[in-house]
């Protein structure tokens, strides 16, 4: 494919959707047939209907109680993660941290309502357990992929259709974003001031996905990423962008990026990243800018 | 503009919480230096109560374990005290911080820090999307307007 050809801004005909509670944005090549559509998002409803904790009807909710259920195709692959992200993190980051998030009102009814803040429980490679056929809880507990689901997703729906269109593809899902044969120039956010952004990332057959703690908050320094060893919402940096291979991985390490240890596992897993803390300073990787990952940020 | 301040050690501030009563100041739970001054001031302390006859304490080694949530980390440290003749002759602060920033910054895993980063307006850059934070559902918004509105009230 010629270099001109995989600029974006050609007719890429886009499909925009709302669903598992964000805006989604896929443009591909040529446009997707109402069947294809349906597909994507019959893939999408399953993964909602396995991962999320807002519904009633989905396997972690029946799991809350503790016991057992049909192993969910994604469970392996997202648990081997979030053993490394605990192991980096000194077990900040936590798939059982449900119960934390519900503590501070951030529950399925969207009750927005504190409570104290509860940790999740540290030892939960002891409460989950997967074979075969199923996963389960010996205990009664939370799960919450928060931290890596969007970005899994994103990658089961860009494998999806690379498997049906040709050419260029984009899967973008509330800004964690996949690109393949194909140049994307993503602004990076300002968490303070949407209407600026700190920086650009041209990402070329590659996963960004960012994380920050300004949107998905309901009161005075309450929001969704929490440290699980506390249950208390993080202070200290606001806003985190990771750039992988895949969106998993990139989603996984933005998280990891608002904790002692997430610099160190990212440089581990060859992620690139730039993280702002609260107080303006912004941090970058080795890599970031250069040949590995180009990049700018205006400083 | 890139460089890499160095910044005081959160860990030393929140410390004076489990053991502030032994005067630890500065910061790093680990140096040799601070393990030191909070020897010092603990001694100092204790000369004064040791002029007193009413003695109380049993001449041995305390241990004791305390733990303080930083905003990113659990920190522990262990606090050994050495008491002879109603007197502290020796205090040890043991800790494994989560937290080492200062030396994390200077790290391999970091390749550059600025404190300003003036950033561009999104109509003077162009770019084909953005990433952030992500947006929400209607769902979520509705309810952070109901809370609003009923603190509000």
Known sequence: MSDEARVAGGPRPGWRFEAIGTQWAIDTHEPLTDDERAAVLVMIDEFDREWSRFREDSTVSALASGGSRPLPADAEAMFVIYADLDAATGGAVNPLVGVSLEALGY???YSLRQSAPVNAPA????????DDRALTLSQPALIDV???????LVDLVLDHLEGQKQGALTVDAGGDVRCSGVRERIGLEHPYDPTRI??????????????ATNRRAWGDGLHHVLDARTGVPVRTV????????????????????FFEGGAELAYRWGVEWVRMTTVGRVEWSPGFGTERCRAELFT | MIRTPSRP???????VGVAGALSLAGCGATTAADTGSAQTDAGRT???????SSGGYADGTYTAEGSYATPESVETVTVTLTIADDTVTDVEVTGDPQARESEQYQSQFIGGITDEVVGKSLDDVSVSRVSGSSLTSGGFMQAVELIKAEAAA
Not at chain 1, 123 to 130: E, N
Not at chain 1, 146 to 152: L, T
Not at chain 1, 198 to 211: F, N, P, Q, R, T
Not at chain 1, 239 to 252: G, N
Request: with cysteine.
């Open chain 2, 46 to 52: 204790d000369a004064g109560s040791g002029s007193s």
């Open chain 1, 107 to 109: 529950d399925r009814s």
């Open chain 1, 198 to 211: 700190i920086g650009v990332v041209d990402l070329e057959d590659a996963a960004l996905c960012a994380s």
């Open chain 1, 123 to 130: 030892d939960w490679r002891r409460v989950v357990s997967i």
């Open chain 1, 238 to 257: 606001a806003a985190t962008w990771a750039v992988a291979p895949t969106a998993m991985v990139a989603d996984a390490a933005a998280t990891a990026l």
């Open chain 1, 146 to 152: 928060g931290a890596i689901g969007k970005g899994r």
């Open chain 2, 9 to 15: 050690v959160r860990v030393g501030v929140a410390l």
